[in-house]
């Protein structure tokens, strides 16, 4: 194929723009006297930039004023071809071993220069100058002829400061011992360089145990060498993989310490832990943070969010004035009188002479935002709860509740997994008056049992496997609320409400199988919440042609004093392989702030229903609530 834009006098210089969405090979290609040239894009009116994929083989192109390759583009040129032109400019990749001869050549900002297929030369016959975010891609092999990819210029090179140069390995499977044994690897040369500290990035591709340096002056030498030595096998958890994560580091030190005490310990594809540490890539180690037990952690605050749920509703139905809550959230609602006739209101004075049942459901979605390494999770708790006055007074009222509960947590944003906890509850819960204060209370037990998922990849030679194991959940909370009673002149009535909420979960022991090099076994383990809380509750009574509503609304600030004390949940885990190490999982954080709206509705002169939604917003994330219940007195 032969472009020949200016075979007459009277012929216009031409564009010539290369775009494909598949990958290209153009074989003998030659393109002569275009003024520009452009891989990677299309003209309609406007240029537009497309990603595309060419190789160029005993290809030519000259005589061109401009060139450019696109970013996101790769052309790769073989050594039979070349690209000649007054200007390039170089936003995508240019790749292989053919020859560039540019008057001004600029390597810009996410530009590649990626020379070799494999190892090979890629050759510039003028100079080359490098933008801020520019790369220089170099494979290695110490047993090659040629030891490394090398870009070649015979013109000078400038802004080489401002440039990486990341190093990759040609072949797999060998040591930070064999890439030291094969020092030096020159990667480029040119008449000269401006600069001495270009930025080294060791690829995925390398041994995790490698260490690179720039061994000599590229100033007075005029070229580039790379060195390589090998760091001991306790830097592991420091390794800037794994060094982000506690839980991937706390695991890296641990197959370190085994490493080093152990190293013939046999893995699950019959190799020994020394030679697969290793041969362990940095990108293999990099998947130290998708096979760690983190959810473990995280698992403990998803019930201890559970445990705060059913505290409140309880208390919302220790109300003796027979309103109820939206079933989200510690929300009691005091009743407005107004002008509403006392015989169509079910409110009229506090007394609590007559006894309810009651029936709760609640749904919730919340999410954790981990900070310091920790992971981000979701999770959703749903609850359905039926309780019943069993003794009152005209001072007070003592009830029970039992119920049923789920938990969930999935989207782990490092590791794949999937949690689930039923649980079972019970406890007691009462409510007594003095003149304008209400108080209120409850102590509540649950057991439940968890199933618990992990997907571990495999990681280099260390193999993986879905992880599976069941956890039994045991739980104490307490609460108590003092509420102040106001009436307003509009018929409103307003509380002010204050809480003290203690909650406790023990995550019992288990042991996993299925996870091949990544079984844990999970030791007992336990988190606590001291949930002090202060807010407003507002309520209306409104007589309609379909009866009895009320319109409902609060606000509560939260402080957990124990997630002040702790921002995590710490456990200890055991592997079969390398032993005893510590996971830690972000808890919701120490501030809390709830909103909530909601409505009842007196079906009878004896029931009552309610529904609303409730949000709230934490410290280290956020909670959705839908919440309905219905109250029958007898």
Not at 145 to 162: C, E, F, H, Y
Not at 219 to 237: C, E, K, M, Q, Y
Not at 609 to 623: D, P
Request: with cysteine; charged share 15%.
């Amino acid at each position: 194929m032969t472009f020949v834009p200016f075979n007459g006098a009277n012929i216009d210089p031409t564009e010539v723009y290369f775009q494909s969405d598949r990958p290209l090979t153009y074989d003998n290609l030659t393109v002569i006297g275009a003024t520009e040239v452009v891989f990677g894009a299309y003209y309609i009116q406007t240029r537009v930039a497309e990603a595309s994929d060419f190789t160029l083989t005993n290809s030519s192109i000259s005589s061109t004023s401009d060139m450019a390759i696109a970013a996101g583009t790769t052309v790769r040129l073989d050594a039979a071809s070349s690209l000649n032109t007054v200007n390039f400019e170089n936003f995508g990749t240019l790749a292989g071993t053919g020859t560039v001869n540019a008057f001004n050549f600029t390597v810009k900002n996410g530009g590649v220069l990626s020379p070799g297929f494999s190892i090979g030369t890629l050759n510039n016959s003028g100079g080359i100058a490098f933008e801020t975010g520019s790369r220089i891609l170099s494979e290695v092999d110490p047993t090659a002829g040629q030891k490394a990819d090398l870009v070649s210029s015979s013109g000078p090179v400038t802004g080489i400061n401002r440039a990486t140069i990341q190093v990759e390995a040609a072949r797999p499977g060998l040591t930070a011992q064999d890439y030291a044994a094969g020092n030096d690897y020159t990667v480029f040369q040119a008449s000269r360089f401006d600069g001495n500290s270009p930025t080294l990035v060791a690829g995925g591709s390398l041994p995790a145990l490698s260490s690179l340096s720039i061994s000599n002056t590229p100033t007075a030498d005029g070229r580039i060498d790379i060195a390589f030595s090998t760091l001991p096998v306790s830097s592991l958890p420091q390794h800037p993989s794994v060094v982000g994560s506690p839980n991937a580091s706390n695991l890296a030190g641990a197959v370190a310490n085994t490493t080093n005490t152990s190293p013939g310990t046999n893995l699950t594809n019959g190799s020994t832990l020394g030679n697969t540490v290793n041969t362990l890539t940095n990108s293999g180690l990099s998947g130290f943070n998708r096979v760690h037990a983190e959810p473990y952690s995280s698992n403990l605050t998803v019930g201890l969010e559970q445990l705060d749920l059913i505290t409140n509703t309880v208390l919302s139905h220790a109300d003796c004035r027979k309103y109820q809550a939206v079933g989200f959230s510690n929300a009691d609602q005091p009743v407005a009188e107004g002008d509403i006739d006392s015989a169509q209101s079910p409110s009229g004075a506090i007394d609590c002479s007559d006894r309810r049942w009651w029936i709760d459901t609640a749904y919730v979605s919340g999410d954790v935002d981990g900070s310091n390494g920790l992971g981000t999770f979701d999770y959703s708790l749903g609850t359905i709860l039926v309780g019943a006055d069993v003794a009152s007074t005209d001072r007070g009222v003592v009830g029970v509740y039992a119920g049923f509960g789920t938990s969930s947590m999935d989207e782990h944003d490092q590791v794949d997994q999937d949690f689930s906890t039923d649980s079972y509850h019970v406890g007691v819960y009462g409510r007594t008056t003095t003149g304008t204060w209400e108080f209120s209370g409850l102590v509540g037990y649950m057991f439940g049992e968890t199933d618990a998922k992990r997907n571990n990849p495999s990681v280099d030679g260390f193999t993986g496997g879905e992880a599976k194991s069941d956890l039994d959940q045991e739980g104490i909370h307490a609460g108590i609320q003092a509420r102040k009673l106001f009436n307003l002149n509009s018929g409103a009535r307003v509380s002010t409400v204050f809480g003290l909420n203690y909650g406790r979960i023990q995550q019992g022991s288990g042991t996993e199988t299925g996870g091949g090099d990544f079984n844990y076994s999970i030791e007992k383990a336990n988190a606590e919440s001291l949930v002090a809380s202060i807010g407003i509750d507002y309520q209306r009574d409104f007589l309609t042609e379909n009866g009895l509503l009320t319109p409902i609304a609060f606000a509560r600030y939260e402080y957990d004093f124990f997630a002040n004390k702790d921002s995590e949940h710490e456990i200890t885990v055991t592997s079969p392989l390398f032993g005893t190490f510590t996971q830690v999982g972000q808890n919701r954080g120490a501030n809390g702030f709830v909103l909530g709206l909601g409505l009842g509705y007196q079906i009878s002169e004896l029931a009552r229903l309610t529904a609303g939604y409730g949000y709230s917003v934490r410290s280290n994330g956020q909670e959705h609530g839908l919440g309905a219940n219905l109250s029958v007195r007898f």
